[in-house]
Nanobody
Framework: QVQLVESGGGLVQTGGSLRLSCAAS????????MGWFRQAPGKEREFVAA????????DYADSVKGRFTISRDNAKNTVYLQMNSLKPEDTAVYYC?????????????????WGQGTQVTVSS
């Protein structure tokens, strides 16, 4: 099993920045691709960003491209999401996910493990 714990969420004003972290523990050797998803009130959970095990391949939702950056430190078993130029529409619970698959993917069912989520609120 793998456990994922997110941190770094909070309240920020429009235009501000936050950095989310997701620490993995347990059978971390089984993790390859990792991703971030988010769910706003009344909406379905959606893809935000994903990164390959080595970090050489990344993917971003169009809504965050150019503002968010995903990265990882495998020595620390941690993946990050740097969020800049935040907008009120970025308000959501952000979830970290880990996949045993090698390919970066937006498909939620391909992720085997999920964190509990961290709230990000952007005030206007």
């Amino acid at each position: 099993q793998v456990q994922l714990v997110e941190s770094g969420g909070g309240l920020v004003q429009t235009g501000g920045s936050l950095r989310l972290s997701c620490a993995a523990s347990g059978r971390t050797f089984s993790i390859n691709a990792m991703g971030w998803f988010r769910q706003a009130p009344g909406k379905e959970r959606e893809f935000v960003a994903a990164i390959s095990r080595g970090g050489g391949s990344t993917d971003y939702a169009d809504s965050v491209k150019g503002r968010f950056t995903i990265s990882r430190d495998n020595a620390k078993n941690t993946v990050y999401l740097q969020m800049n130029s935040l907008k009120p529409e970025d308000t959501a619970v952000y979830y970290c996910a880990a996949s045993g698959g090698l390919l970066v993917t937006r498909t939620q069912w391909r992720y085997d493990y999920w964190g509990q989520g961290t709230q990000v609120t952007v005030s206007s």
